[in-house]
T-cell receptor, first 112, second 111 residues
Framework: SQKIEQNSEALNIQEGKTATLTCNYTNYSPAYLQWYRQDPGRGPVFLLLIRENEKEKRKERLKVTFDTTLKQSLFHITASQPADSATYLCALPEGGADGLTFGKGTHLIIQP | NAGVTQTPKFQVLKTGQSMTLQCAQDMNHEYMSWYRQDPGMGLRLIHYSVGAGITDQGEVPNGYNVSRSTTEDFPLRLLSAAPSQTSVYFC??????????FGNGTRLTVT
């Protein structure tokens, strides 16, 4: 099955700067990759999906890149705000079961 | 605009008790799934369903049963709770491609 690696240490970024989170996977290259946001005590919320033939996807202040050669996705938040503080999860389709495999997430803290 | 609704929000069980975690969605999604989330383990898929009458196992199905009699509902049953099942349980539904819509979870403690 797919193994996903996200930085388990919290990422502290100053407000207004760009936050960059990394997702690395180890096995087959998936048809797409997704990013979710999770706030404490809540379920994850879908943010972006990027397909294997797309190098970059944008949504407002969010940008995702997908490099199938490096087996890596980068998630960027530009002009970061304290409200962007949350845990961000990377997810890939699971080859066996019809579901998604999630990384453990990176906790992002935007400091005012 | 309910989305995915999970009940109860919190539950405490004694070892050996049974219970059903409820999940309902109003988005007419064919796909529904159950995940558990544990510290340091991330989200792990328990069971999923691609439509009414169809269910299948995910990564960690042991100790859990599911059924899917309607498109809207996908209950998760614990037949004999164990302390190892202490976790936060999330139900999710999805259109195609699989962009999951999660409920807000059930926090289960088994003593």
């Amino acid at each position: 099955s797919q193994k996903i690696e996200q930085n388990s240490e919290a990422l502290n970024i100053q407000e207004g700067k760009t936050a960059t989170l990394t997702c690395n996977y180890t096995n087959y290259s998936p048809a797409y990759l997704q990013w979710y946001r999770q706030d404490p005590g809540r379920g994850p919320v879908f943010l972006l999906l990027i397909r294997e033939n797309e190098k970059e996807k944008r949504k407002e202040r969010l940008k995702v890149t997908f490099d199938t050669t490096l087996k890596q996705s980068l998630f960027h938040i530009t002009a970061s705000q304290p409200a962007d503080s949350a845990t961000y999860l990377c997810a890939l389709p699971e080859g066996g079961a019809d579901g998604l495999t999630f990384g453990k997430g990176t906790h992002l803290i935007i400091q005012p | 605009n309910a989305g995915v609704t999970q009940t109860p929000k919190f539950q405490v069980l004694k070892t050996g008790q049974s219970m059903t975690l409820q999940c309902a969605q109003d988005m007419n999604h064919e796909y529904m799934s159950w995940y558990r989330q544990d510290p340091g383990m991330g989200l792990r898929l328990i069971h999923y369903s691609v439509g009414a009458g169809i269910t299948d196992q995910g990564e960690v199905p042991n100790g859990y049963n599911v059924s899917r009699s309607t498109t809207e509902d996908f209950p998760l049953r614990l037949l004999s709770a164990a302390p190892s099942q202490t976790s936060v349980y999330f139900c999710a539904s999805s259109p195609i491609p699989r962009t999951l819509h999660f409920g807000n979870g059930t926090r289960l403690t088994v003593t």
